[in-house]
Nanobody, 125 residues
Framework: QVQLVESGGGLVQAGGSLRLSCAASGRTFSSYTMGWFRQAPGKEREFVAVISRSGDSTYYADSVKGRFTISRDNVKNTVNLQMNSLKPEDTAVYYC??????????????????WGQGTQVTVSS
């Protein structure tokens, strides 16, 4: 079974940047769509970004479009989330997820079968 391990979370001031990484075990990383979700305190987990198997297609939640960038390295088996211009409302636990495809108009948790443990991102005002 695949293991997904996130890293890179932390505390940052509003307007700052963080780069999250997710390392995946297994030899078939390039066969899977990869995504990032987040869950703020008292809220449901929500979609953030997704990237296709080859990396040539990406899709973002409107709330992060233009500020976050998802990328992947199919040699290193990693997927990254570069987060710029962070806002206090970006505070959440961020989860890496692996799946086969994503739904439109917005990817859902049901599209992804494997999940990491999450990494905390806190943005102070």
């Amino acid at each position: 079974q695949v293991q997904l391990v996130e890293s890179g979370g932390g505390l940052v001031q509003a307007g700052g940047s963080l780069r999250l990484s997710c390392a995946a075990s297994g030899r078939t990383f390039s066969s899977y769509t990869m995504g990032w979700f987040r869950q703020a305190p008292g809220k449901e987990r929500e979609f953030v970004a997704v990237i296709s198997r080859s990396g040539d297609s990406t899709y973002y939640a409107d709330s992060v479009k233009g500020r976050f960038t998802i990328s992947r390295d199919n040699v290193k088996n990693t997927v990254n989330l570069q987060m710029n211009s962070l806002k206090p409302e970006d505070t959440a636990v961020y989860y890496c997820a692996q799946g086969h495809r994503w739904s439109l108009p917005s990817p859902s948790e049901a599209d992804f079968g494997s999940w990491g443990q999450g990494t905390q991102v806190t943005v102070s005002s």
